[in-house]
Every structure is written in structure tokens, then in C-alpha cells.
């Protein structure tokens, strides 16, 4: 089998793990306020154990709760908290799998402004992530040795509740690497200055675990290897960190790249591309002689590369994990077609706990961190469900109802299923969206689901009449707003699907939404178009998730994509497009293709008509309910089909 040096046993220290892949340490959000887990994390991670994985790294666990300030997690102060935490290590075991402990002393100067109370600790005063003008409290050579006896109190409580492995979480920019880095450590007592000085508070650690679980259980090192950003540390000055690192007896680093100044490395985007972290193991290999493991948007492929080439013993998947428990099970069988993809949205996962303060869940399987509320269950009495539109809404609750027992058809208005998800789907760093409607095909077709393209239905269609359950997800169509002109451009739509009717070199995009930013960068990266983007808000891409944001603004400076903002459009001409400012000034742009990406509006009159004639049976989902994101759509027709 292709991928059988994925499933070869491999040691750290005394832990033999069953194979070479890891569940990348993620935080739920989930834990109770007294620092205890929640049932639903146990849940979680059991379902990643019975999914064939060979290691779980639970999320950071923290010393106590003046130092986390980040998200609900659990905290390693007290007793209490074991029977939990035991009950989550031995929902690993039932299934083979090992589980390791990531103890946290922090955030430091990165905590959340809406998880932060006062100023956070760090190694020095330097200034808050969020907000220069906020200094952060030095830590005191007291509270230095504080911190030590806890890792040794939170350590013990690993133990006890029966962890195989304890992970230090030194990463990207946290407190620990606010000590190691000289960029953010400016102490001038034995905790800063020289390299070792710098290593001094994460030897520390070590030595403070270590002298609790000595060789019992092994101490993995979570590191960024790499900053990247001017002035952070790069990967040449890493390696001398860990050689530090092992003469210290860490058993395994856990390393990648990226930090809070670089955010959507630290939560790889799609834009980041594939593996985009794996370039840090050559040089760590040439330095370390313990096991290495690797993050960063990896796929079955670039893990197999991974391991097959020994630049790392372990390839590590967190939110594909989270996407598709069963994914190391199926690579196992051979079974790739049916691995149900992680579109790298970040909206469900580390989304939710940022923005929303919720626990994790994800956009494509929304029984995340849900796995026992949201069970499915076979139908007590088997129906006729009619599903109108193959966008993911539409394929979602074609899914859950055929699952569920039910006899389900699929209509669909065009030639092919996906709806938007397919229009989307056109650019390379968009490509697990393709992947995603491939994986609804097949699953369509191995549930026996019958698809009818080129089927537009109407309201007096047979096929309602005989229905038991009609489930609505018709879509969203462009808006065209009334300009001047507006019939000379072409939509989003047609420039993704149709790059025919782009015309000449210089192309403008009328609205900086996520549609617009996302075939700016395509057609600059893929098509070498110089794209002026027009926005009448006072900033781009206001609607996509800060986390990506920041990779589609590094994306339009390495591609020279222009931005206008606090620019109104007034007229679209031949030859560009005429625009307004807020103080009533007008300049025209120049371009040779106008394309209208102004967002979009629900498609559901013909919804509404069914409704109306069918009232007792009819579920409307998706955008032709509320404009929303696949993440919306998908969870609205997994909860349409779960119903019935």
C-alpha cells in the first residue's frame, strides 16, 4: 500500500506510538471555568482515537489561571481536575492511541484582547501584541522560580491522570519563546542576553519536569524554528537553541514556523499552500539526533514524503483531523477518495474560540467537539426527501438524510453539483474546495443518492407532490447594483468560471469581499493580470477572518495588487471604471476588464413559492435563507437532514 510507511511504530523515549502520525496540539475552548475538561473534549479526542491516529497532543493545559489568558482550557493546578483528564487518556487507550499532556505557562504578550484582563506577563516590558502602547509585566526572578514549581505540580498531575507524554508548549511567539528570543527578550540578568542565558527559563522547565516524571514519561518541545518576520529569530539562529534543547534531555521537538506577526502561519491558511512548514527539518535533522515532528497544512502525500525521506519521524494533522477523524484509518485501507478534506477556512475551528469566544467545531463536519449531541440515528420511518440545489448546503442534507435511512433526490438547475463551493474552487490555494465536491460526489453516489442535473424545478413540479420532505438550498445570484454602466462588466462568477471573457492586461475589481480578494489573487497569481481592487468601505477584505486576512494582504503585496478604498464606483466605462471619494471627488481607473464582485443576495423566490404551497414539509437552508459562507451552508443542511 502506498502509504505504509505511515503505519510504522516509532519510539520516544519509552513511549512506542503505532504510527507515524499526530494530532497537532489545538485548544477546544471548551473546558469548565474551574479549569476541569468537558465531556465534549473527551468526546473529541476519543473520536480522533478511534479514528486510527497515533498520537493525540491535547491542547495547551495551563499552569494556572493568571497566566493563561487565552482561551478555556484546562488548568493543571489542582487535584480535582484528574478523573477528567483520565478519562480522556483512557478514551485514547481503548483504541491504541498514545496521549501526551502540553503543559502552558501562557500567552505572554500574545493574549486576545477579549481573553486578556490586566497586561500580560512576559519576559520583559515589551509591548502587547494587539496594542503597542501597552507595556507587558516583566516576570520577577520570584515568580521565575513560582512558575518552576508548577510545571512540577502540573507535571505530577499529568502523570497521575495517566499521560504517556508531556509537551512543553514553547511556540510561536508564548511566553516560553519570549524568553528564547532576543527580539522580545531584552533582560539583563541571568534570564537574557547570550543564547544560554535566553535557554535558561525553558532548561528550566525541563529540569522542573523531569524531576517529577524522570524517564517515565518523555518531554516533548513544541518550537517555531522560524519567525519569519524582520527582526524575529530565523531558522540559522534556532538550531543552536535546540542543541540546547537536547543536552537538556527534551525527547522530541515539535517544530515548525511562523509567530503572532506571521498569525496565519501559526494557523496555516489556504493560501499558505501545501506543508508550508516542512522546509524547517533538513537543517533541524542536521543538528538534533532526537525524533522530529512536523505541522503545517500537510497532506497524505507530503507526510509520506515527510517520513519516507526521514526529514521528520512524525507528520502532524490538526484541523484535517477535525475535518475527518477516520482519515488515518482510510489511509490505512488505501480508501484517499472517501477523506473528507479540510478546506482550510479557519472560520469553525480557531475562528470560533477568537472571534466568538465559543467552543471549536468545523465547517465541513459540524459534529466537532459535538460528537454525542449531534450523533445521527437512524429515521423511525423511512421518506421520500426531494433536495433542490447541489451547492453544499443542498449536498449536506442529501448526505445526513441518506444516511439516516431515507430515500433522497438531488435536483440541481445546472451540469454539474457545488454550486458556488465549485465557482470558488477555481484558484490552486482553493483547491481543497474542489477536493470537497469530489468527496460529496462520491458520497452521494455510494449512498445510492440520485442526482438530476440540468433539472430546474418549479413549483408545479411533479416531484413536490410526491415528496414527504422537501429541503430548499437554490443559492444566492450576484447583486448588480445600479451604476451606470454596470451591464459593460462581468461578474465574479463568470471571471472564475469562464477567464475567456477577461479581456486585456489590466483588470479592476469592483468590491473587496472575499470573492473579490480571492480572483484578484488568482488572476495576479495564475494569470499575470495587474488587478486594481475598488472598495467603498474604508478597508479590504472586512468580512474574511483576520487569520486569513493577513495572508491575502501578503499575497497582494508579493503579486502588486493595487487597493482603493473609501472608493465608490459611479460609472463603469469601456476603458475603466469612475469613483467617488467621500468628500465627492471623482478620478477614474484604468482597466480593460471591469469585473462586479458587490456581493451577493438569496435566491429564493421559487423557495418562498414552495413554502407557501408546501408549508408542513419545507425546509429552506443555506444562502437562499441568509447569505453566509460554506461553514453556514453546510451546517444548515447537515441540521435539515438530521431532522427528518
Sequence with gaps: MKYDAL???????KMEVKNRLVMSPMGTNSSHIDGTI???????FERRAKGGVGLIIMGCQFLNPELAQGSLEGVLQNTYVIPQLTSVVEASHRYGAKICCQISCGTGRNAFPNMMGEPPFSSSETPWTFNPEIKCRKLSKDQIKDIMKEFANSAKIAMDAGFDAIEIHAHAGYLVDQFMSPVWNIRDDEYGGSAENRMRFPCEIVESIKSVVGDKLPVIFRISLDHMFEGGRTLEESMELIKILENAGVDALDIDSG???TIDYIFPSAYTGDACMMYVCDEARKHVSIPLMNSGNHTPDSALDLVSNNKADFAMFGRQLIADPDMPNKLMDGDTENIRPCIRCNEECVGRIVTRLTKLSCAVNPTACDERRLALEDADKVKNVVVIGAGPGGLEAARVAALRGHKVAVYEKDGKIGGQLAVAATPKFKDQLKKLVSWFELQLKNLDVTVHLNHEVTIDDEILKNADEIIIGSGATPIAPNINGIDKSISVIDAHINKDMIKGDTVIMCGGGLSGCDS?????????????????????????????AASIFRDFGKYGIEQHTNSKIV???????????????????????????????????LAKEIQAKYPKHTNIIGDSLKIGKVADAIRSGYYAGSRI
Design 571 to 605: 460609472e463603469i466605462l469601456d476603458d475603466g471604471v469612475i469613483v467617488e471619494d467621500k468628500d465627492g471627488n471623482k478620478q477614474k481607473i484604468d482597466g480593460d476588464t471591469v469585473i462586479s464582485a458587490f456581493g451577493m443576495l438569496p435566491s429564493n423566490k
Design 520 to 548: 484578484a489573487i488568482e488572476l495576479a497569481s495564475e494569470h499575470n493580470k495587474k488587478v486594481k481592487i475598488v472598495e467603498m468601505e474604508d478597508t479590504i477584505a472586512k468580512d474574511v477572518m483576520f487569520i486569513n
Design 38 to 44: 468537558a465531556d465534549d473534549e473527551i468526546d473529541y
Design 7 to 13: 503505519f510504522t511504530p516509532f519510539s520516544i523515549g
Design 259 to 261: 509567530c503572532y506577526e
